[in-house]
């Protein structure tokens, strides 16, 4: 059977990672110089999900301030959204609560909501590197404050990384999963 999915669009601060999850997920690729997005780029994939042949339909929008007031046109009619945070950037946690507050205020109050806490490749590789009790302490910490957040408003939340494709696929598939397409 062939189903086209419902809109989906992703929201969080300029840098940290919606357009590379998004090439990540649809192309299999990462580039380290990811160009900034201007207003929002649109991105269609087909897969095969639970035997059912699936179109995603993604909005990746701009994380710069200037392109804020056009959110709403993108998150309106999105069945889910995945608000996405850097974890070595505490701003970017503090940017992603203020997308989930507008969704929830805003947004369609069926929409599954997702948070990824991307670049976790920079915790596994300060996992290697660094001593026990040093700096991936803080890390740890904004780990356990995102999982918290996360149930405490009902998100699903994984932490991704589009340059490893760790956890990529997986959240784009939950939402689809726990999104209503009946
Ligand atoms: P805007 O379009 O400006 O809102 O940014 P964005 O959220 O789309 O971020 P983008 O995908 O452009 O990524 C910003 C930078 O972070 C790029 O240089 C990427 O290569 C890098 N980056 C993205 N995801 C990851 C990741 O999982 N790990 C690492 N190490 N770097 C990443
Ligand atoms: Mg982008």
């Known amino acids: 059977s062939f189903c086209i999915s419902k809109f989906k669009v992703l929201l969080g601060d300029v840098g940290a990672g919606k357009s590379s999850l998004v090439l990540r997920f649809v192309k299999g690729q990462f580039v380290e110089f990811q160009e900034s997005t201007i207003g929002a780029a649109f991105f269609s994939q087909t897969l095969a999900v639970n035997d059912a042949t699936v179109k995603f339909e993604i909005w990746d929008t701009a994380g710069q ?66 001593e026990a009790n040093t700096l991936p302490k803080s890390f740890i910490n904004a780990l356990q404050e995102a999982q918290v957040y996360a149930q405490e408003y009902g998100l699903f939340f994984m932490e991704t990384s589009a340059k490893t494709a760790t956890n990529v696929n997986d959240i784009f598939y939950e939402i689809e999963i726990d999104g209503d397409y009946s």
């Open 65 to 130: 301030e200037r392109y804020h007031s056009l959110a709403p046109m993108y998150y309106r009619g999105a069945a889910a959204a995945i608000i996405v945070y850097d974890i070595s950037n505490q701003a970017s946690f503090e940017r992603a609560k203020k997308w989930v507050q507008e969704l929830q205020a805003q947004g369609n109050p069926n929409m599954v909501m997702a948070l990824a806490g991307n670049k976790a490749d920079l915790l596994d590789a300060r996992k290697v590197t660094a």
